[in-house]
Antibody, heavy 112, light 107 residues
Framework: QVQLQESGPGLVKPSETLSLTCTVSGGSISSYYWSWIRQPPGKGLEWIGYIYYSGSTNYNPSLRSRVTISVDTSKNQFSLRLSSVTAADTAVYYCARGWEQWGQGTLVTVSS | EIVLTQSPGTLSLSPGERATLSCRASQSVSSSYLAWHQQKPGQAPRLLIY???SRATGIPDRFSGSGSGTDFTLTISRLEPEDFAVYYCQQYGSSWTFGQGTKVEIK
């Protein structure tokens, strides 16, 4: 069964760029949609965006101007970049295979 | 953007009882691209239902999904202790959205 693992800094300063990577194991990234979802502490889930293995993307309209999702099929990884972060971007960030299989999540705190 | 509204916000039930959770969409969900996820405290969500009514691998048959268009339902036929959690519906049409969640708590 495919497994997903998020990695990246747990603390980001305001106005900087949040960068996370999701490593996929137990299966190839060269199929399916690969997505990012986040959950602020104590709140619900918010879809950030997805990338198809071919490279086509779709982003949440509310975040589109700040989000970039990319894929590296040679490393079986996909990545998230979120620019100009504020405290409102503090959340647990999950990577997922489409809507089916979730990573364990990683907490990112935005603070100086 | 399709807005999903879940009701009730909280459902207080006893083990063995039946739980009925509702998810209403602001516009029709294409091809029944509607999923239900379960989330327990400190854990990642887990897919229960996809395509409105298909159970994901390993999900017990006490969980069932139904509906189409704008109205969808998740039913748990007999609540087990491990079923007390928060449940989210999600539509995965052209752009994806989540409902705000329904918490199923022990009465």
């Amino acid at each position: 069964q495919v497994q997903l693992q998020e990695s990246g800094p747990g603390l980001v300063k305001p106005s900087e760029t949040l960068s996370l990577t999701c490593t996929v194991s137990g299966g190839s990234i060269s199929s399916y949609y690969w997505s990012w979802i986040r959950q602020p502490p104590g709140k619900g889930l918010e879809w950030i965006g997805y990338i198809y293995y071919s490279g086509s993307t779709n982003y949440n309209p509310s975040l589109r101007s700040r989000v970039t999702i990319s894929v590296d099929t040679s490393k079986n990884q996909f990545s998230l970049r979120l620019s100009s972060v504020t405290a409102a971007d503090t959340a647990v960030y999950y990577c997922a295979r489409g809507w089916e299989q979730w990573g364990q999540g990683t907490l990112v705190t935005v603070s100086s | 953007e399709i807005v999903l509204t879940q009701s009730p916000g909280t459902l207080s039930l006893s083990p063995g009882e039946r739980a009925t959770l509702s998810c209403r969409a602001s516009q029709s969900v294409s091809s029944s691209y509607l999923a239900w996820h379960q989330q327990k405290p400190g854990q990642a969500p887990r897919l229960l239902i996809y395509g409105a009514s298909s159970r994901a691998t390993g999900i017990p048959d006490r969980f069932s999904g139904s509906g189409s268009g704008t109205d969808f339902t998740l039913t748990i036929s007999r609540l087990e202790p491990e079923d007390f959690a928060v449940y989210y519906c999600q539509q995965y049409g052209s752009s994806w959205t989540f409902g705000q969640g329904t918490k199923v708590e022990i009465k």
